[in-house]
């Protein structure tokens, strides 16, 4: 079952613009993180947001956590062809000493020329 | 090429048969993931393998099976095939420490006509 939930599903922007996707979620996580996937490719790890972090940057990518309302956000800036893509969060649990990752349904990332 | 290794990389096989899908994890990571991604079930967690030993079971149905051998290389067996079984399988590696992000392999393309 899926737990994290992004929002919008498609988000279609001109090249040079910020992106911002949402991502909520059920239950309490140790931690979150970003990835990205190129159509049909591998999913690639973009940034990990720990339960006890509130902001975090990585170049152009700024990921913000709040525990509270149970919501994360992904801030592409100045948005580039290449970052066509879908987005995913996972929410990290460990359990038994190992990390369970699940991940939500994704948002479509399209950066029109 | 993010380290970790599937093949094949497509496989079109008939209902009922089985197949097996391999992965090398990324050198110096202990634990395998396998993950099956389809368009309407999205990207659900199968199974996972710490150093040889099953840690965590997701969605897996019972036709399938995984293990992970000593030199941490892992299988997927996948059996009894149906055509709802066609659906991009992933490998993820992941080091040690619990809070490191996956990497994925590329992935295996199943298709069962």
């Known amino acids: 079952s899926q737990q994290g939930e992004e929002d919008p599903q498609a988000l279609s922007i001109q090249e040079g613009e910020n992106a911002t996707m949402n991502c909520s979620y059920k239950?309490?996580?140790?931690?979150l993180q970003w990835y990205r996937q190129n159509s049909g490719r591998g999913l690639v790890h973009l940034i990990l947001i720990r339960s006890n972090e509130r902001e975090k940057h990585s170049g152009r990518l700024r990921v913000t956590l709040d525990t509270s309302k149970k919501s994360s956000s992904l801030l592409i800036t100045a948005s580039r062809a290449a970052d066509t893509a879908s987005y995913f969060c996972?929410?990290?649990?460990?359990?038994?000493?190992?990390?369970?990752?699940?991940f939500g349904q994704g948002t479509r990332l399209t950066i029109n020329p | 090429d993010s380290g970790v290794t599937q093949t094949p990389k497509h496989l079109i096989t008939a209902t009922g048969q089985r197949v097996t899908l391999r992965c090398s994890p990324r050198?110096?990571?202990?634990?395998v993931y396998w993950y099956q991604q389809s368009l309407d079930q999205g990207l659900q967690f199968l199974i996972q393998?710490?150093?040889?030993?099953?840690?965590a079971k997701g969605n897996i149905l019972e036709r399938f099976s995984a293990q992970q051998f000593p030199d941490l290389h892992s299988e997927l067996n996948l059996s009894s095939l149906e055509l709802g079984d066609s659906a991009l399988y992933f490998c993820?590696?992941?080091?040690?420490?619990?809070?490191?992000?996956?990497?994925f392999g590329s992935g295996t393309r199943l298709t069962v006509v």
């Open positions: 050198s110096g990571d202990l634990s």
């Open positions: 393998y710490y150093n040889g030993e099953e840690r």
């Open positions: 996972a929410t990290g649990t460990i359990i038994q000493g190992a990390q369970k990752l699940v």
């Open positions: 993820a590696s992941s080091p040690p420490d619990r809070l490191y992000g996956y990497t």
């Open positions: 239950t309490s996580i140790n931690n």
